[in-house]
C-alpha cells in the first residue's frame, strides 16, 4: 500500500537548521508530487511548498521562501525538507503528504492531499 | 495564519446531524474546489472530502460536502463515537498560488 515514513523527532537551538525526511513505499516515487505541511501545537495546518521528485523542482509558500529548502534522493525513495534560521515558533509537527501525478499541466485546485506521514515533531528550544 | 474561517467547536449525541461551516473568499473557495481533512488527535490527517462533495472509497456516506459562493460545509448525519475529532476545509488560493487550510473544527459526540 501507498506510504510515507518520515524521520524522528527532533529538538533543535534557535538560529539551527533542521532536515525532515520523508521515504515513499508503495508507488512510483518519481511519479506524484510530495507537500510539505506543517501544525504547531493547538494550531491548524499550515502548506509550506511541494517538490516534483522526478525533476526536482520546487515551490515554495512565501511565508517560507528564503528558509526552507526541499531536495529528494530518487535512488532511495526519500523527499527532505531542511528549514533553517529556526524560532521558537518554528515548533511544530512536520507533514509530508502525497500529491497529484508529476505530470506537465497539474491544476493545483484540483488535487489534494492524500496519503500523510505520520508526522515528525521539530521542537526549538534553547 | 489560516486563511478560511471555521467555528472551533460543535456537538452533537450520537446519531445527530452536526454541520461544519467554512468561510472563504473569491481567491480561494469561490474560484475553487474545496477540501475536508479529518485529523484524530494524535495522528496524521486523512482527505474526508475531495472536490466539494466527493468521497474517497471508504468514506462512509454519513459524511458530505456542499460549497455555494465563497462558503462550504461538512455535514455528517448518524454521528458515531469515532467522529470525535479535528476537521480542516482547505482550497487553493489564486492570490497566493498555494493551498489554504481552514482554522479548524473540534467535533465532540455528547
Known amino acids: 500500500q501507498v506510504q510515507l515514513v518520515q524521520s524522528g523527532a527532533e529538538v533543535e537551538k534557535p538560529g539551527a537548521s533542521v532536515k525532515v525526511s520523508c521515504q515513499a513505499s508503495g508507488y512510483t516515487f518519481t511519479g506524484y508530487y510530495i507537500h510539505w505541511v506543517r501544525q504547531a501545537p493547538g494550531h491548524g495546518l499550515e502548506w509550506m511548498g511541494w517538490?516534483?521528485?522526478?525533476?526536482?523542482?520546487?515551490n515554495y509558500a512565501q511565508k517560507f521562501q528564503g528558509r526552507v529548502t526541499m531536495t529528494r534522493d530518487t535512488s532511495i525513495t526519500t523527499a527532505y525538507m531542511e528549514l533553517s534560521r529556526l524560532r521558537s515558533d518554528d515548533t511544530a509537527v512536520y507533514y509530508c503528504?502525497?500529491?497529484?501525478?508529476?505530470?506537465?499541466?497539474?491544476?493545483?485546485?484540483?488535487?489534494?492531499?492524500?496519503?500523510w506521514g505520520q508526522g515528525t515533531l521539530v521542537t526549538v528550544s534553547s | 495564519q489560516s486563511v478560511l474561517t471555521q467555528p472551533p467547536s460543535a456537538s452533537g449525541t450520537p446519531g445527530q446531524r452536526v454541520t461544519i461551516s467554512c468561510s472563504g473568499s473569491?481567491?480561494?473557495?469561490?474560484?475553487?474546489?474545496v477540501y475536508w481533512y479529518q485529523q484524530v488527535p494524535g495522528t496524521a490527517p486523512k482527505v474526508l472530502i475531495y472536490r466539494n462533495n466527493e468521497r474517497p472509497s471508504g468514506v462512509p456516506d454519513r459524511f458530505s460536502g456542499s460549497k455555494s459562493g465563497t462558503s462550504a460545509s461538512l455535514a455528517i448525519s448518524g454521528l458515531r463515537s469515532e467522529d470525535e475529532a479535528d476537521y480542516y476545509c482547505?482550497?487553493?488560493?489564486?492570490?497566493?498560488?498555494?493551498?489554504?487550510f481552514g482554522t479548524g473544527t473540534e467535533v465532540t459526540v455528547l
Open positions: 503528504a502525497r500529491g497529484p501525478k508529476a505530470v506537465s499541466g497539474v491544476v493545483w485546485a484540483y488535487n489534494w492531499f492524500d496519503p
Open positions: 517538490i516534483n521528485p522526478n525533476s526536482g523542482d520546487t
Open positions: 482547505a482550497a487553493w488560493d489564486d492570490s497566493l498560488s498555494g493551498y489554504v
Open positions: 473569491s481567491s480561494n473557495i469561490g474560484s475553487n474546489y
